[in-house]
Nanobody
Framework: QVQLVESGGGLVQAGDSLRLSCAPSGRTFRSYAMGWFRQAPGKEREFVAAISWNGGNTYYVDSVKGRFTISRDNAKNTVHLQMNSLKPEDTAVYYC????????????????????WGQGTQVTVSS
């Protein structure tokens, strides 16, 4: 059974940083793209960031460019989302996802392009 486990969420103040991690279990995802989405209360799930299987390409939603960095450690089969200069509007449940198809450039921001999802981790940013 495939599972994606997110960690690193929490309650912080505006301007603080958090580092989210996603550790798949059940299989190796070193050859696949991975992404982060988020969902705020009353809103649809939105794309945040994605990374290609080898880390060579990264993608971000405009609202987080320059503040968030996605990275992966294939040796440890993990992906991270470093979030700096957090804002109250970043408050949401953050989800990790794995996309089995290539290239990720075709679907990186498309919810339906991903095949496995984690349960999410809450990030709350107070003003």
């Amino acid at each position: 059974q495939v599972q994606l486990v997110e960690s690193g969420g929490g309650l912080v103040q505006a301007g603080d940083s958090l580092r989210l991690s996603c550790a798949p279990s059940g299989r190796t995802f070193r050859s696949y793209a991975m992404g982060w989405f988020r969902q705020a209360p009353g809103k649809e799930r939105e794309f945040v960031a994605a990374i290609s299987w080898n880390g060579g390409n990264t993608y971000y939603v405009d609202s987080v460019k320059g503040r968030f960095t996605i990275s992966r450690d294939n040796a440890k089969n993990t992906v991270h989302l470093q979030m700096n200069s957090l804002k109250p509007e970043d408050t949401a449940v953050y989800y990790c996802a794995v996309g089995l198809s290539r290239p990720v450039s075709v679907y990186y921001s498309d919810y339906d392009g991903y095949d496995y999802w984690g349960q999410g981790t809450q990030v709350t940013v107070s003003s």
